[in-house]
């Protein structure tokens, strides 16, 4: 099964990831939305979704028109907090070199184990055969305050954009998770990543 590593290690490939595909970012708005993240135009894509479009294209090509966020209602945020419980107790922590033999290697939890970009594709893929549409599940990375590079769910709702961490159970806005957050996929196309800002009370309308 390979060696278990203890969670606050997972992700190191990750932020190498970032460090080699690193853009500048272009002109930018921020979502309308009170409580959503301000992103800015297309960046670059991290080094291990690349390879996961390799193997999962189809999964990379959907495009979508502007879809309106989802209702954070009582029920709604019972099952964000569900699937987040749920996956992360199923999913044992376990680096994707002890598991692929590389750095970074996104996928599918293989046989119950996997790091934090698995965590996120799972739940991502269990919200939206509950229904909810991708271009409100988004994968998002950050940076923690140790700065290591780490990957989360977003979901964007009426009541701003909340997301599902596999470091804890808790269902947090964006702005109370003590992250940095870098860059997400594009809520109209999977294939594509737009940069998220630090000061979006700068910044006017949406693109993403």
């Not at 999964?59 to 992360?88: F, H, Q, W, Y």
């Not at 909810?132 to 954009?161: M, P, W």
Request: net charge neutral; hydrophobic share 40%; proline share 4%.
């Amino acid at each position: 099964m390979g060696l278990v590593i203890p969670r606050a290690w997972l992700c190191a490939g990750l932020l190498i990831g970032l460090m080699m595909s690193a853009t500048p970012m272009e002109k930018a708005s921020a979502d309308a939305v009170p409580g959503a993240m301000a992103t800015g135009q297309r960046t670059s894509i991290p080094v291990g979704y690349m390879e996961f479009c390799r193997r999962q294209a189809a999964e990379c090509r959907i495009r979508s028109g502007k879809i309106p966020p989802v209702l954070m209602t009582s029920g709604m945020e019972d099952k964000l907090a569900s699937v987040t419980k749920l996956v992360n107790r199923s999913i044992k922590p376990v680096s994707d070199f002890a598991v692929h033999g590389t750095m970074e290697f996104w996928s599918y939890p293989v046989s119950a184990i996997g790091d934090c970009e698995d965590y996120v594709l799972l739940k991502r893929q269990m919200l939206n055969l509950e229904g909810i549409s991708l271009s409100n599940l988004l994968i998002t990375v950050v940076r923690k305050k140790d700065g290591e590079g780490h990957a989360v769910l977003t979901v964007k709702t009426d009541k701003g954009d909340y997301v599902l961490d596999n470091l804890n159970d808790d269902v947090k806005l964006w702005s109370e998770t003590g992250y940095r957050f870098l860059k997400r996929q594009s809520s109209t196309h999977t294939g594509r990543w737009v940069a998220i800002l630090e000061h979006p009370d700068l910044l006017v309308g949406a693109v993403d």
